[in-house]
């Protein structure tokens, strides 16, 4: 069976204007690994509602779940919940155990629940929430798309509630080496390894240290007995290599 | 006259697997943003020839300029180029400068140009070269797409070779205000503000730090007096804010 596949839609002029540097797709992209979930594609789009609700309707279409992160808060360009109940033509209105939790959480710090709070209990009708236990307000689920803050630490809260209710797929195991040669060395009999091994990935990746030019050649497959022998293969071809 | 806008495509299973950590996009954001040109899409794909080409066709489509990233070394997974061909209909073939640049570094390292360094000359019919002070193999620029290499020395490197040839826009100005309060508390007046000047981008960033919540308010736009009207307005609402 083919492992499940995924995709990230990150939202927030933040990222694309270079003032934040985004940590939460390469945190994503290792917990799925680690489940067999296939990260097969990630886009950043700005806050603005055109785009979000275009990528994540062509998203949620083309693979077995999506994960979203930012634009859940209370402010005014906070528009994700709102652009996802458009994109899956449903309504959206304050829900009620998102408002409990809310209030809960504001008056344990003597705060306020007013309008803007407020906001971040507005889900899309038909979605379940997903929970915060950093700062309350729930991202959700509804459909195959999975709602979840920028904030890191709460993404990753978040990612950590999400990932036991997917199905995963056979883990996705990787076997690496090092080879201090050059990638244009490297590159002729490992090509042949990658053409009788097609059933893996193969991936090669340069690396300078110090003005040594050198390889790191990364096996990826689900069968234990395949990713072992394409690495024995590999071993033989270069010697020298260090696992 | 609106600022040109640009999409990056970022091309590599090693981003998607979570094995590396990207750095270029949030490099090239940040190059882009100063020269007035506004970042408004970034991709990431597999190599994949499909989901390589479809993705190019769309970005080259949709925005004034396209960059990419990976897949341009000398081994069997590195496609790009031939994507690129393919996505603007054209054929590929060693293109003889490009070559006698790879033959003047590999002599002068001793090493051998083989078939595998070879196919780092192998540049799209009608494309121009990008140069590569790093490794020597360039990149190429084809249509408004800029073909340049995943490794960040050699991207970035690029990059300050492209620049210099687009058109840029007014510079994006940026001001930004610290407010020692949480969102919630922020984001009322913080919206009339946005409607008030809905010419400008007014970002809002919550943080915690030591258990104290406060938020980031970012005020963009091109036109120095009104960013700086905006931001007195702001520093206004919130006296004890910290600019």
């Known amino acids: 069976m083919p492992n499940p596949t995924a995709a990230m839609l990150v939202i927030g002029d933040e990222i694309l204007s270079g003032r934040t540097r985004d940590s939460n797709m390469h945190f994503l992209a290792g917990e799925l690994t680690k489940r067999g979930i296939r990260l097969a594609e ?23 779940s999506v994960f979203t992160s930012g634009g859940i808060g209370p402010t005014h360009d906070d528009i994700t919940a709102d652009c996802i ?66 904030v890191p630490t709460v993404f990753e809260a978040m990612v950590a509630g999400v990932l036991p ?33 097609s059933d893996l990935s193969i991936g090669s990746y340069p690396f300078s240290r110090e003005g040594i030019f050198g390889t790191n050649i990364v096996i990826r497959g689900t069968e234990p007995g395949r990713v072992d022998a394409a690495m024995s293969d590999l071993a033989e071809l270069f010697p020298e290599a260090v696992r």
């Open 42 to 64: 990630v886009r950043v789009v700005p806050d603005d509602s055109e785009a979000i609700v275009a990528a994540v309707r062509a998203l949620s279409k083309a693979y077995d």
């Open 85 to 150: 109940a458009a994109a899956f033509g449903v309504t959206i209105g304050v829900h009620p155990e998102a408002r409990d939790r809310l209030a809960a959480f504001a008056e344990a710090r003597g705060n306020e629940l007013n309008e803007a709070r407020l906001r971040m209990a507005r889900i899309p009708d038909g979605a379940t929430l997903i929970d915060n236990p950093i700062s309350a307000a729930p991202g959700f689920t509804i459909g195959n798309v999975h709602v979840m803050a920028g």
């Open 165 to 197: 209710t997917l199905v995963g797929g056979a883990p996705l195991l990787s076997q690496s080496l090092t080879i201090h040669r050059p990638e244009g060395e490297v590159a002729g009999p490992l090509g042949k390894l990658a053409t009788e091994y």
